[in-house]
């Protein structure tokens, strides 16, 4: 698979979730700790994401993530 093309898979991927969604699941991961590998992926996945100027409107809530 080209770079390219698992780019756009990854933002096809993270189109399923809201940005309400994120930060409801955010939420939930400061709460209670971490429980699973998903919060992690899902922060490296945004940080990809955004540097490949896809999905830049998430980069406040992005620097949220890394700094937790």
Known sequence: MKKKEYILLMEKALSAYSEEHIRQYFATVK????????FP???ANLG???CHGIRTDLLTLFCEMMDF
Do not use: A, D, K, M
């Open 31 to 38: 709460q209670n700790g971490l429980s699973e590998h998903g």
């Open 41 to 43: 992926r899902l922060t």
């Open 48 to 50: 990809i994401l955004i």
